[in-house]
């Protein structure tokens, strides 16, 4: 197959892209975008700053431009996030206890029923863990009891039968860290007591400071062992090395319950960290050497 995502439904997989609202009228952008992904993840339209700026009033507006475009253009969508400590709105931040957990739960609700029935996945919850310890972030959401997690599933799942709902994190692809046995531990307790959880989102974004390391097979293997599916969410690669690409497509090919890969934005020029040139595409657009090690390595598939 000649692009991304029919090189990855060649074995049922999808291979995704953050999308801005803002860069939709760029045409080199939406070519791509177009031609090369599948899967469609808001890169900040469906957060929560975005979806309720002032409590109990959603606006949905580029929310909505992304999720048409990817559904016009034959694509699904990873809804992303509702429920994290950062990019809440001003009203959220200031509250704390049970008005904040109700806000929370109001929310996800609000979120979830505007998109019933046409989110693929949901990010539910997002970087709940400590960086460090193996515990929980210390955040207003974790002050309202540790259960705000569960919670968070309970709420979507009753919300959106049928969104497959996710667990999304960073620094939790190397097995060996206290944060990614920190996550697993919980996956784990969620499937025994039932409380609803259908996959786990693994960031991916590699750095110097967090590099890539061969052991993130076993960490997809693992979970995926749990009884959930594992995708990953945020793919991109300081200085998008071709060899360390491959390594990541294949981890993922050899993992049966991991059913997708989205890269974190189309051109280097689009990147959160643009500086890193993380991504697939320059920025002009060409095609980079990652680029076509990850299209073969799906291709051998
Ligand atoms: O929309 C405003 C614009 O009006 C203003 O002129 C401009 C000035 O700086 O800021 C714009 O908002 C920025 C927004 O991106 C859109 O570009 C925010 O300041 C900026 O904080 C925001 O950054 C986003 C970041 O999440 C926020 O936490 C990045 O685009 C986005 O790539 C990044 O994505 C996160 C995932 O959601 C979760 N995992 C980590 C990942 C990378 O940080």
Same mark, same amino acid.
């Given at each position: 197959?000649?692009t991304l995502?029919?090189?990855?439904?060649?074995? !049922?997989?999808? @291979?995704?892209?953050?999308?801005?609202?803002?860069?939709?009228?760029?045409?080199?952008?939406?070519?791509i975008?177009?031609?090369e992904?599948?899967?469609?993840?808001?890169?900040?339209?469906?957060?929560?700053?975005?979806?309720?700026?002032?409590?109990?009033? @959603?606006?949905?507006?580029?929310?909505?431009?992304?999720?048409?475009?990817?559904?016009?253009?034959?694509?699904?969508?990873?809804?992303? *996030?509702?429920?994290?400590?950062?990019?809440?709105?001003?009203?959220?931040?200031?509250?704390?206890?049970?008005?904040?957990?109700?806000?929370?739960?109001?929310?996800?609700?609000?979120?979830?029923?505007?998109?019933?029935?046409?989110?693929?996945?949901?990010?539910?919850?997002?970087?709940?863990?400590? /960086?460090?310890?193996? !515990?929980?972030? /210390?955040?207003?959401?974790?002050?309202?009891?540790?259960?705000?997690?569960?919670?968070?599933?309970?709420?979507?799942?009753?919300?959106?039968?049928?969104?497959?709902?996710?667990?999304?994190?960073?620094?939790?692809?190397?097995?060996?860290?206290?944060?990614?046995?920190?996550?697993?531990?919980?996956?784990?307790?969620?499937?025994?007591?039932?409380?609803?959880?259908?996959?786990? !989102?693994?960031?991916?974004?590699?750095?110097?400071?967090?590099?890539?390391?061969?052991?993130?097979?076993? *960490?997809?293997?693992?979970?995926?062992?749990?009884?959930?599916?594992?995708?990953?969410?945020?793919?991109?690669?300081?200085?998008a090395?071709a060899?360390?690409y491959?390594?990541?497509?294949? /981890?993922?090919?050899?993992?049966?319950?991991?059913?997708?890969?989205?890269v974190?934005?189309?051109r280097?020029? /689009?990147?959160?960290?643009?500086?890193?040139?993380?991504l697939l595409f320059d920025?002009?657009g060409n095609k980079k050497a990652a680029y076509t090690s990850v299209l073969d390595?799906l291709?051998?598939?």
């Amino acid at each position: 197959a000649s692009t991304l995502g029919a090189a990855a439904a060649r074995s !049922g997989r999808y @291979f995704g892209t953050a999308i801005s609202a803002s860069k939709l009228g760029d045409s080199q952008y939406t070519t791509i975008a177009n031609r090369e992904f599948n899967m469609v993840t808001a890169e900040n339209e469906m957060k929560i700053d975005a979806t309720e700026p002032n409590r109990g009033q @959603f606006t949905f507006t580029n929310a909505d431009r992304i999720y048409n475009w990817a559904v016009q253009n034959g694509k699904r969508v990873r809804g992303h *996030t509702l429920a994290w400590h950062q990019q809440q709105p001003g009203w959220m931040q200031s509250l704390s206890g049970s008005s904040l957990r109700q806000a929370m739960i109001d929310h996800i609700n609000g979120v979830m029923s505007h998109y019933k029935g046409k989110i693929y996945a949901w990010d539910v919850v997002n970087e709940a863990f400590d /960086d460090s310890n193996g !515990g929980r972030r /210390d955040s207003n959401l974790q002050r309202t009891g540790n259960d705000w997690i569960e919670v968070a599933f309970r709420t979507a799942r009753a919300a959106d039968p049928d969104a497959k709902l996710c667990y999304n994190d960073y620094n939790t692809d190397n097995w060996t860290w206290a944060k990614t046995q920190g996550v697993y531990n919980m996956v784990k307790d969620f499937k025994q007591r039932g409380v609803p959880i259908d996959c786990v !989102g693994f960031q991916s974004h590699f750095n110097s400071g967090s590099p890539y390391n061969s052991n993130y097979r076993t *960490t997809l293997s693992s979970f995926a062992a749990l009884g959930v599916d594992v995708q990953i969410t945020e793919l991109d690669i300081q200085g998008a090395s071709a060899q360390t690409y491959a390594n990541v497509v294949n /981890d993922c090919l050899a993992v049966p319950r991991c059913n997708g890969i989205t890269v974190w934005g189309v051109r280097d020029s /689009d990147s959160w960290r643009s500086g890193d040139t993380p991504l697939l595409f320059d920025g002009n657009g060409n095609k980079k050497a990652a680029y076509t090690s990850v299209l073969d390595a799906l291709n051998a598939a």
